[in-house]
Nanobody, 124 residues
Framework: QVQLVESGGGLVQAGGSLRLSCAAS????????MGWFRQAPGKEREFVAA????????YYADSVKGRFTISRDNAKNTVYLQMNSLKPEDTAVYYC?????????????????WGQGTQVTVSS
């Protein structure tokens, strides 16, 4: 069992930056691949970024590539999402998720555990 708690969301102007954190409970965090998803009002939850257990491989949605960076610190049981050059269309609730085996990193169904989400609002 893995429990996930996101933090770091807030209100920022377009062009600004935020860093989201996701703290995980459990001694097996380092064996899980982690992902970030987001859900805007009236839209489906969509993939943002994912990282394998070692941090060696990362994956991004085209819409955030070059602006967002996912990373993890297994010693701190935490995964991060650094978001730069934010746009109003990045406004959403951001969720982190964990999976013991990452195959289809972009698919919500691949992830077994989810956090409660943190709101990110980007003003124009």
């Amino acid at each position: 069992q893995v429990q996930l708690v996101e933090s770091g969301g807030g209100l920022v102007q377009a062009g600004g930056s935020l860093r989201l954190s996701c703290a995980a409970s459990g001694r097996t965090f380092s064996s899980y691949a982690m992902g970030w998803f987001r859900q805007a009002p009236g839209k489906e939850r969509e993939f943002v970024a994912a990282i394998v257990w070692s941090g060696a491989n990362t994956y991004y949605a085209d819409s955030v590539k070059g602006r967002f960076t996912i990373s993890r610190d297994n010693a701190k049981n935490t995964v991060y999402l650094q978001m730069n050059s934010l746009k109003p269309e990045d406004t959403a609730v951001y969720y982190c998720a964990a999976t013991p085996k990452l195959v289809r990193y972009h698919a919500r169904g691949e992830y077994d555990f989810w956090g409660q989400g943190t709101q990110v609002t980007v003003s124009s």
